[in-house]
């Protein structure tokens, strides 16, 4: 990489830590203050927070990517009082991450498509992805904190409530911070 | 040797997975027991000041509520002063006063986090071992039964709800005294117990009240609830009735701390008489 090149992309690169940075804090404060007093029936919990991991940059290595899912849930576990809980489920969160991203998205287009966001990656295949990830993550996270087979029947309508929250909520948030396709 | 390594970079995120996923159940389960949990939980520092401020914000917004409470609560309390009672036998006269000796004491403290909406919940206050608080103490509101202190610290305690899978309070019916198991029901519903365990010959009433037993943490015949329903489900040869609770958990203010003067004695004579058989 010769000199001309070299400043652009630092810049662009501490953005976008910059930007993950403020986002993981609005996210864990909004789940931990607001959120977590939400709930409809004793049915539908949202767990917003998720989104954090959901649109880390595509380029983000493996080991970083599991780190952050594993810190993220351990910030959200000490104001929830469940220690390694949501780290659990973050973790399994990462796992379909990966596989559901080396599935789905070819390498090669990573210079135009750094995030996996609703502006850049389309309607459809941002809607498949966070119905996947999210069903996921509430499955292992619901079921690990009853942590019994007794109540699956409530737990999974449990699941997929709370799902159908987040869900909605994600893509409110991916609408209201939608951005014309900037094609080159 | 290359082989191996290959392959672990080849499905590198599977390994970082198992890796991750086996911490993070090691330190579930290792802390799922709680009170062992002193480092990730709302009684550290960070975050026990964090929910404290963001608290003082929210006290605002239900000001009324805990004003109305309040006021309803010191009539009660004035209800039972000596001068608001008529003395209707010459014996009670002569009762001295130094025979009576303070058995329960009470704690005020302000609920400064609270869940209500999830299996297992718990309930952090902004008082701790310094003001006299101790582990297993149980806890109360003007209305009703809230739980037991499970983790003390320095300014802050944790209690751990009525709305807990693994709490479990002795109850008695309070017109006949017939004494059950107090739990929560298995729907999460915050304004819904369940009494359980109540001997068949007894015959519970809807509208009647359920108040502590003498064999709890609490004064006798502090309420639960009042039946709502009499043919809750299980039970087999015992009898289950579904409560409403009496406190509202959604809405939680200020909690009073109870301090069974005698709890210590109590549990030690307890402990000698098992040792002894």
Known sequence: MNKRDWRPYKTKMSRTILVNLARFIVLVFMQVFLLKNITFYNLATPYFYILFILLLPFEVPNPL??????VTGLCIDAFYDTPGLHAAACVVLALVRVLFISITVQKDGFDNEPEPTLSIMGFRWFFTYVLILTLFHHFFLLNLEVFSFSEIQYTLSRVVLSSL????????SGLLFFRRKERK | MRNLWIFITKYNAFFLFLIFEISSLLIYIKYNSFQKASFINSTSKVTGTLYSQVDALKEYLSLKETNDSLARENAKLRGQLKVSMYVDSVEKHKVND???KQQYSYIVAKVINNSFNKRSNY????????????KDMGVITGAGVVGQVIDVTDHLAIIQSVLHKNTRFSAMLASTKDIGSFVWGNDLDPHRGVLIDIQNNAQPKIGETVVTSG????????PFGKITNLHAKGGGLLINVEVALAVDFTKLQYVYVVNNKFAGEQTGLEAVQNKNE
């Open chain 2, 215 to 222: 064999y709890s943490l609490f004064p006798t015949g502090i």
């Open chain 1, 165 to 172: 929250f987040t869900v909605f909520l994600i893509l409110i």
């Open chain 2, 98 to 100: 130094t025979v009576y």
């Open chain 2, 123 to 134: 309930i952090t206050i902004n008082r701790g071992s310094r003001d006299g608080i101790q």
């Open chain 1, 65 to 70: 990517l599991f780190v952050l899912a594993f």
